[in-house]
C-alpha cells in the first residue's frame, strides 16, 4: 500500500468517527444514526470494498473507544461493518457496469439493505449473543433499530456518493 493510500484510509476512519459523534440525530430510544456509514459508503462506491470494510472496521472500534462506549457492541458492530463492505463492494463490481445512474443507485439500495441485514442483524447479532450471553431471538430483536437506522443511513448516502465520485477519484488518483 502506497503512502498516499494509507493517508485517504486514515482520513476516512477520522471523517467516520467524526460524523458518528458530532452529528448525533437520534431516532429510536438510545439509538443514533450513524452518519459514519456515509463515509464507509462514499469509500465502498468511490474507491474499493475492502477500504470502506476497513473504514466501518476501525472507525466503529475508535468511536466506541472515544465516544465512552467501551466493549458494549463493538464487536459484532465492527465485524458487521466488514460483511457490510464485503456484499456491498463486491455487488459494486457489477451495479457499476449499468450506464443507468438511478438505476444503479436503486439496485444499490437494494444490496445495502440486504448487506445490512446480513452485517447487523446476523453477524453483530450472533457476536452479540455470544458475548453478552443472551439468546440469538434476544439479540436479533435488540438489533432491529440499529439494522434500520444503518440501512437508512446508507440508502440515503447513494445520491452524495454519485455526486462525489468524479471529484473524488480525480483527487485520489492524480
Excluded at 439509538?31 to 462514499?42: E, I, Q, R, S
Excluded at 469509500?43 to 473504514?55: D, K, P, S
Aim: one cysteine or more; charged letters at 15%.
Amino acid at each position: 500500500m502506497k503512502t498516499k493510500d494509507i493517508t485517504f484510509l486514515a482520513i476516512g476512519i477520522a471523517l467516520f468517527v467524526a460524523l458518528s459523534m458530532c452529528l448525533r440525530v437520534p431516532v429510536f430510544e438510545n439509538y443514533y444514526l450513524c452518519l459514519g456509514y456515509v463515509v464507509m459508503t462514499a469509500y465502498i462506491w468511490c474507491f474499493r470494498w475492502y477500504e470502506g470494510a476497513v473504514i466501518g472496521f476501525l472507525g466503529v472500534i475508535l468511536y466506541c473507544i472515544i465516544g465512552g462506549l467501551g466493549f458494549n457492541g463493538m464487536p459484532g458492530w465492527a465485524v458487521g461493518n466488514i460483511v457490510i463492505g464485503l456484499i456491498l463492494g463486491a455487488a459494486l463490481k457489477y451495479i457499476q457496469r449499468i450506464k443507468n445512474k438511478t438505476l444503479q443507485v436503486a439496485a444499490t439500495a437494494v444490496v445495502a439493505v440486504a448487506a445490512t441485514f446480513a452485517g447487523i442483524e446476523i453477524v453483530k447479532s450472533l457476536i452479540d449473543s455470544f458475548v453478552v450471553g443472551q439468546p440469538f431471538v434476544v439479540r436479533f430483536a435488540k438489533n432491529m433499530t440499529s439494522f434500520v437506522a444503518d440501512a437508512f443511513v446508507i440508502v440515503i448516502s447513494l445520491p452524495v456518493c454519485v455526486l462525489i465520485e468524479k471529484p473524488a477519484r480525480s483527487l485520489r488518483y492524480r
